[in-house]
């Protein structure tokens, strides 16, 4: 199952910046292991923002959810999801 996802992390200003750039690289690493599982399909960023959309394949919302949670920065990441739907012109 499909689900865009917009998600936008916001980590406390008060976080030291080796402790910043340390979740960065762990956020990344993690990023590249769900590529390899095929279940982060892309990302795009929003320009002017430290926004993020993605394009997720997963079994469910469960599943997604526990893929989410598992990214390093995800306690101080606001998520949005939208399942999505084949459109008939997409079926072949």
Do not use: C, Y
Request: glycine letters at 4%; proline letters at 7%; a negative charge.
């Amino acid at each position: 199952m499909e689900f865009l996802v917009r998600f936008e992390t916001n980590l406390p200003d008060t976080m030291p910046v080796a402790e910043r750039n340390r979740l960065k690289g762990l956020e990344r690493d993690r990023a590249q292991q769900l590529r390899s599982e095929g279940t982060l399909l892309r990302l795009w960023r929003v320009p002017g923002r430290r926004a993020v959309i993605g394009l997720w394949d997963t079994a469910d919302a469960t599943h997604l959810h526990d893929a989410l949670a598992s990214l390093p920065a995800f306690p101080w990441t606001d998520v949005t999801v939208e399942a999505l739907a084949t459109h008939p012109q997409e079926q072949r």
